[in-house]
């Protein structure tokens, strides 16, 4: 028995002192492995007289039953510990200020970006995406215009040095070719938008070299061209903030649509100044039209079975004219005092229940 007592406090003292899980695990082991000091006290009972036998039996197992617990407790205190030492590590001490200059703006053009996908979202628009590097294929020969088209030349394309198909790649001249990769990727019917770089080699007043676009694609059986007003009609409204915007539908030119037009809204010019839903003048914003059936057939749909409408908006001039930026080229300047001052706070998310903006 005063075996027994001198070993419990042996195999304590050896939980209490093991370090880390490991160490305790190897204290465990010690004590109650196969192999362990419990487990062979047990293995020679058998060898004793029934009375001892009875005797030392209990006293070992209520020794095994402490020992397993106190390897549970210290477990647990080793895990507090564990978790404490790690929340020490990370911690932040929410009572510090806030530094002013590590106040971040969302740029002008990300907030209308993401009005832009609130309002499609709302009319059941899935955001899609493609890369700036395109190839000839998806930026111009899926979109109907054939190497020898002139509106090639309309497009003033950066070429890269690489090539693809024996046709350099290039910095893609606008959004459309995302359209391309959405109708050979998923199947119809389905209506998506693309924002995103894209550029052109041109630069003065009012054209970066980048600059921004967003297209639209819906696909389905029976879509027309009223569905297409309608939509745009809705999205306008919205964006500016006026009911009783108006609009007109000009007939126009695309390679990619059949038939095309661009879309003006009404505004005002006075004093060299451009209101948005007034006076009786008109500012052009987008071109659209339904999906030409060359197109269709170069992603492998059947224009008999499947028809639609695109459309292709500008974004930093809609940020210009909804928030009244004068100069195109200072949006990618990275002036930190222009961003303070036309910068978005970073909780002004826009939604439709709340306001798009401010
Ligand atoms: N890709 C055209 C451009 O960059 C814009 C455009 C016009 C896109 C008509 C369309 C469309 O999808 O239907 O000028």
Redesign the pocket.
């Known amino acids: 028995m005063q075996d027994i007592d001198r070993l419990g406090a042996e195999l304590r003292a050896n939980i209490e002192a093991a370090d880390s899980l490991e160490a305790l695990d190897a204290a465990r082991v010690r004590a109650l492995g196969r192999k362990g000091a419990i487990t062979s006290l047990m293995k020679e009972l058998g060898a004793l007289e029934p009375e001892e036998r009875r005797d030392a039996g209990a006293a070992l197992n209520a020794l095994k039953d402490g020992i397993a617990a106190a390897v549970e407790d210290r477990r647990a205190a080793l895990r507090d510990r564990a978790l404490a030492d790690r929340l020490a590590d990370r911690g932040v001490d929410v009572t510090l200020p806030v530094r002013d200059e590590a106040r971040g703006r969302v740029h002008p053009v990300s907030q209308t970006i993401d009005e832009i996908v609130t309002i499609f979202a709302d009319m059941g628009f899935a955001v899609a995406e493609g890369p700036d590097i395109e190839d000839d294929f998806h930026n111009f020969t899926a979109l109907n215009i054939p190497p020898e088209h002139p509106a090639r030349q309309m497009?003033d394309t950066f070429y890269l040095e690489a090539e693809r198909d024996g046709a350099p790649l290039l910095l893609r001249?606008?959004?459309?070719p995302v359209?391309i990769r959405h109708m050979r990727a998923a199947s119809p019917p389905y209506r998506i938008i693309a924002p995103g770089r894209?550029f052109r080699r041109d630069s003065d007043m009012t054209h970066t070299p980048m600059f921004h676009?967003v297209?639209?694609?819906a696909i389905g059986r029976d879509i027309h061209m009223g569905h297409l007003k309608g939509c745009l009609e809705e999205f306008a409204r919205v964006m500016f903030e006026n009911d009783d915007l108006r609009m007109r539908f000009r007939p126009s030119y695309?390679p990619?649509?059949e038939p095309?037009a661009e879309v003006d809204i009404g505004c005002s010019r006075r004093d060299g100044e451009l209101r948005i839903g007034e006076g009786d003048d008109w500012l052009e914003i987008?071109?659209?039209?339904m999906?030409h059936p060359n197109v269709l057939e170069n992603v492998g749909l059947d224009p008999d079975e499947w028809q639609g409408?695109?459309?292709?908006?500008g974004i930093d001039r809609i940020a210009m004219l909804k928030y009244g930026i004068p100069d195109l080229r200072a949006f990618f300047e990275c002036d930190l005092r222009w961003l303070r001052h036309y910068g978005f706070a970073p909780f002004d998310v826009p939604t439709l229940a709340g306001g798009l903006a401010r």
């Open positions: 497009h001249t606008h959004t459309s359209q894209t676009q297209e639209g694609l695309f990619f649509t095309s987008l071109g659209c039209g999906v409408f695109a459309f292709g908006m």
